[in-house]
């Protein structure tokens, strides 16, 4: 007997697709309103942003902060039932 794996065996993944298409969602989202919608760098030359955006920092923080992490969080405490349920 070798000590190899058996190659015609796929390994299976931890999460669903489901589940990585919603993280793959949420991190260009992050992105998006980090450097698209807020834009520090703009920020930075330009000291017109916070007086003529019609939303102030602490709700994109906010947002950024709290919503997002719970909306992944309920995702994955969704993926981690079903798969608790599936067994």
Do not use: C
């Not at 589940?19 to 450097?35: H, N, P, R, S, Y």
């Amino acid at each position: 007997m070798t000590e190899e794996p058996p190659k015609d065996r796929i390994p299976r993944l931890l999460a669903s697709r489901q589940l990585m298409f919603f993280t793959a969602v949420i991190l260009a989202l992050w992105v998006f309103v980090t450097f698209f919608f807020r834009n520090p760098y703009q920020q930075a030359v330009e000291f017109g942003y916070y007086d003529s955006h019609p939303y102030d920092e602490g709700t994109i923080w906010t947002y950024v902060l709290i919503v997002v992490p719970m909306i992944g969080l309920g995702a994955a405490l969704l993926w981690w039932q079903r798969r608790s349920a599936g067994k």
